[in-house]
């Protein structure tokens, strides 16, 4: 049966460390809890993870367990997200999300809605207790088992790498948010609640090249963030190698660089959204009473 057209949603997917925050969120929250330097923290992952030719992610992982467990059961998922109270934001981060919202309403009278999500390879945990947490529509992150009984992370339940990211938008494009849902089922594009082609990535350097490669290949767009002199540089390189459309210093304040180049990204979209909008009024004219016309 036909529908009348629905793809008239936007989604902001971010990363979340050195995207919306300068850090990695396990620097702010679970290392210095566990007293850990992070710099030593993060050699240790890399030394072991290169002794035992293993997966970076899932050593990382196993090692904060270990920390954990030393702990004497301190740490607990809910300290976790309590932890992330503690969290800096990039400027302008606290409001951008309304203003965006805001302009989006704006620009297309109501017609078209956005939805905020992040896909980290941070602990979701972390990010449940974020102080911007009620903004996003979703959120994916690598998680753990607890056991009931100490408390403790035993093994992880969801690993989010670079690579298996780009499942996660997807997941949004498809609209099958729950990882409990298949993802490689066939779905037409015409019924995806969120095309690619409505979707921008904001990523802040090469582990977030997977899903802009995958945002940009499919009609989508996507754009990086820096923070110094050195993340400057791998986004002039990303820009070079013709990886992301746009990149922009990490401050979300209305009316900069950033807040100007994600704008134009979303009018395009509005405007790509009522085009095919109208095509698709032409096609099924019955679904359609009267619509008013596009600005
Ligand atoms: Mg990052």
Known sequence: MKTPFHQTTIALVYDFDGTLSPKAMQEYTILPELGEDPVAFWHECTEEAHRLKADPMLTYMRLLIEKMAKAGGRITQQRLGELAAGIPYF????????????????????????????????????????????????????????????????????????????????????????????????MPYAERPIPFSNIVYIGDGSTDVPCMSVARRNGGYAVAVHKDTQTHAACEALLADDRIDYLAKADYSPGTELDHRVRLIIDRIIADIFFKEEHFIQKHPQQHSHTTPCQ
């Open 91 to 186: 400027p302008g981060v606290s409001i951008w999300f309304e203003h965006i919202n805001h302009y989006v309403h704006t620009q297309s009278n109501g017609r078209v809605q956005i939805k905020h999500y992040i896909i980290s390879a941070g602990l979701k945990d972390i990010l449940d207790g974020i102080t911007i947490r009620h903004h996003f529509a979703n959120m994916f992150g690598s998680e753990y088992y607890f056991c009931a009984t100490d408390g403790l992370p035993k093994f992880p339940t969801i690993v989010v790498n670079d690579t298996t990211k780009t499942q996660y938008l997807f997941r949004i494009n498809k609209g099958h948010e729950d990882v409990r849902e298949p993802i490689n089922d066939v």
